[in-house]
């Protein structure tokens, strides 16, 4: 699940990262409230106006405005909410802007000994380890860093028996070419930040920039947080941060009804129980010469219910040509699933692309008599090569 920059900057102080405080804000009236309640708080007089949506790059997309003096900052606000902002992490649709941070500014006017560092926490499925990537080159792409200037990335891989070490935290400054009060400051950072990392349970804690100020104090100007689904049990407070309205609104609808969906640009639907048994499919359908349109598992209880339901989401795109349905009949019976798929076809009965369904293990035989003997356009299959040449045939 993915943060906004507000939210992940509250689970950040939480754990003692010091971060660029700031208050999120819905309308332009609530912006300038935010903004002279800011003024009271830190003694800000400019402010930092951000599109919050879950997206990179924002600056380059007119996202990230700098408001010089209360009086500006409704108008900078008003140019953000409600627009279509699209960044080089967005569609070319865009995503729209439903509310801003209003947040101090922390570059102080007529001081330039500041420096901007990138940061960030996330699993090396190479090693199995937790990792700590930064550089000196911060509030840049990292992609751009790496591809142009890979000496300038470092990185340090955590134990797991162990956790993240004082001499790690300290090489950590090192490299950044800290001293003094800011070397210090940097170790405590980065030891809070590390908390933050393991105590949300979190698949990636990124900050671009880590700003060094004038004073040398090390501060979060910005926070990018991916949460690990399967941790969200336990985690109540982090669960209720979720915004589904920066999320595809099909897939919303697929979680409710206990379906894993994944939209994908191809013209082929999916609908299989089982993520290995998925991404066969989806490969089989690839070397059949056509594109998987979505990633749809079923689960193991596929009854009539739970497949019309898949049905309706899959024909929501306007791409989708055909539809594979592809069942192992282990914990559900194919018959089962067969009569689901029936009952949904006459329910529906707009369904205009061909359907191929592919039953396999508990009772397939009895379930492909189903689908022979209902007169619907659809097209039975035993073997999964069976499926992909009728795949190959109808699309």
């Known amino acids: 699940m993915n943060l906004h920059e507000y939210q992940g900057k509250q689970i950040l102080a939480s754990y003692g990262v010091r971060i660029q405080r700031g208050k999120v804000a819905q309308t332009t009236t609530e912006a300038v409230e935010v903004a002279n309640q800011l003024s009271e708080e830190t003694g800000t007089s400019w402010y930092v106006v951000k599109a919050q949506v879950h997206a990179g790059g924002r600056g380059k997309g007119g996202g990230v405005k700098l408001a010089k003096g209360i009086d500006k900052v409704e108008e900078v606000a008003d140019s ?3 627009m279509q902002l699209v960044t080089p992490q967005t569609s070319a649709e865009g995503k729209k802007v439903h509310q801003v941070l209003i947040a101090e500014d922390v570059y102080y006017p007529g001081e330039s000994d500041t420096s901007e560092f990138y940061m960030s926490v996330l699993l090396n499925r190479s090693s199995g380890r937790n990792m700590i990537m930064y550089s000196t080159e911060g509030g840049m792409d990292i992609e751009t860093v790496a591809e142009e200037t890979p000496h300038l990335i470092f990185t340090e891989e955590i134990d797991p028996k162990v956790g993240l070490t004082g001499f790690q935290a300290r090489k950590v400054a090192f490299n950044l070419g800290l001293s003094g009060a800011a070397f210090k400051d940097m170790v405590k950072f980065v ?4 908390r933050a990392y393991e105590g949300a349970d979190a698949s990636l804690f990124e900050i671009n920039p880590v700003l060094k100020t004038s004073d040398d104090k090390i501060l979060a100007v910005d926070a990018k947080v991916t949460i690990d689904d399967n941790a969200l049990y336990r985690h109540k407070d982090i669960a209720e941060m979720r915004d589904t309205r ?4 099909t897939e919303v609808e697929a979680g409710e009804a206990g379906l894993n969906f994944v939209k994908l640009d191809g013209n082929v639907g999916c609908m299989v129980n089982g993520a290995g048994l998925a991404m066969a499919t989806m490969d089989i359908i690839k070397m059949a010469g056509g594109n998987p349109a979505n990633f749809l598992d079923v689960g193991g209880t596929a009854d009539a219910s739970r497949v019309e339901q898949a049905f309706r989401i899959i024909l929501r795109d306007e791409n989708v040509k055909a539809i594979l349905v592809n069942i192992f009949g282990g914990i559900v019976r194919c018959d089962r699933v067969a009569q689901g798929v029936v009952d949904a076809y006459k329910n529906m009965g707009n369904i205009n692309v061909p359907i191929i369904v592919r039953l396999q293990g508990t009772n397939a035989e009895e379930a492909k008599k189903l689908i022979d003997e209902s007169g619907l ?15 190959q045939e109808l699309v």
């Open 191 to 194: 030891n809070a930040l590390y």
């Open 377 to 391: 356009e659809v097209h039975s299959a035993i073997a999964l090569q069976e499926a992909a040449d009728l795949v």
């Open 80 to 82: 953000i909410l409600g």
């Open 246 to 249: 920066e999320e595809d609104a």
